[in-house]
């Protein structure tokens, strides 16, 4: 149990790797708050958090509203006492060439990626100071936070915003032992990810056996997709290491496909 006791607020946590997050965190001893825009889709990954034994809470939050988030936090630490981790994990995709992309599109790519982190980290790290215990936030970056790829124009500008973002962080919470950090994923394969191999298909004129061998997995060591697991298992480690010393720092786990 490395995680006993510590509360950990999980934006986009009814799915993919906020979902697996979640359920790692809650075998692990921490009781976890699942915020997402439905209520019923966060609260099913409540009550499976709390059939395996878990503690879990959900709240519906749209990252994006600033409202929701300040009363999201709130009833997080109404129920659990404080919070000790966040993990700023909300996200979607929209890929378009960018000559072609709408701008509406643009601004609801940055609101969630970014606004969405601001908000939370703003919230989160209030109630962090307020108890005096520390605190670790994990924002979801991609390997998208450190290259770029066609057609990701927003998503690869908002990944590499997070980097900026965990460092002012990491400087400012230093001193109340609060550190940030960043999760670099490769591909894997959720609801996001299924969502574009068609898409990119279509854009690239190839099949979707291609999309996944030629653009997907091309450049990392073993053709394979990182997993959700993975995922997990990178941000317990963050969230229970011991001291300031980690921190600032963007953690890439992509089979190598981006090495640093
Ligand atoms: P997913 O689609 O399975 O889950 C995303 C979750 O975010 C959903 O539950 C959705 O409802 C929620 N969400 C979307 N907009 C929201 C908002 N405004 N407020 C609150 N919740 C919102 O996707 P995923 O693949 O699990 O992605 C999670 C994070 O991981 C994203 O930030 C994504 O960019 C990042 N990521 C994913 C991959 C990948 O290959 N899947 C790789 C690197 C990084």
Redesign the pocket.
Do not use: C
């Given at each position: 149990m490395q995680l006993t006791d510590k509360v950990a607020l999980i934006?986009?946590?009814?799915?993919?790797?906020?979902k697996e997050i979640a359920i790692e965190y809650a075998r692990q001893g921490a009781k976890v708050v699942i915020?997402?825009?439905?209520l019923e889709?966060a609260s099913a990954t409540a009550a499976a958090i709390e059939a395996d034994g878990g503690q879990a809470m959900a709240v519906a939050?749209?990252?994006?509203n600033e409202a929701q988030v300040e009363q999201g936090v709130r009833d997080a630490v109404a129920h659990f006492g404080g919070i000790d981790v966040l993990i700023s994990?909300?996200?979607?995709?929209i890929i378009s060439p960018v000559v072609d992309y709408a701008f509406d599109q643009w601004k609801k790519m940055l609101a969630?990626?970014l606004d969405?982190a601001f908000l939370t980290t703003r919230a989160c790290m209030r109630e962090m100071i307020k108890a005096g215990k520390g605190g670790a936030i994990i924002y979801?970056?991609?390997?998208?936070s450190h290259e770029g790829s066609p057609f990701k124009s927003a998503?690869v500008a908002a990944?590499h915003g997070l980097l900026g973002l965990a460092k002012v962080v990491a400087k400012e919470g230093a001193k109340d032992r609060i550190r940030a950090n960043v999760i670099c994923?490769?591909?894997?394969r959720?609801?996001?990810?299924d969502k574009q191999i068609p898409e990119q298909a279509a854009q690239l004129h190839i099949s979707e056996d291609d999309v996944v061998k030629k653009v997907m997995l091309k450049d990392t060591i073993d053709g394979e997709f990182t997993t959700t697991q993975d995922v997990a298992q990178t941000a317990i480690w963050l969230a229970q290491f011991p001291s300031t010393a980690l921190s600032g720092q963007s953690i890439v786990v992509s089979h190598g496909w981006y090495m640093q």
């Open positions: 934006t986009g946590a009814a799915s993919g790797i906020g915020a997402d825009l439905v889709a939050m749209d990252v994006t994990n909300a996200g979607i995709q969630i990626h969405g979801m970056g991609s390997v998208h998503y990944k994923p490769g591909f894997v959720t609801p996001l990810v």
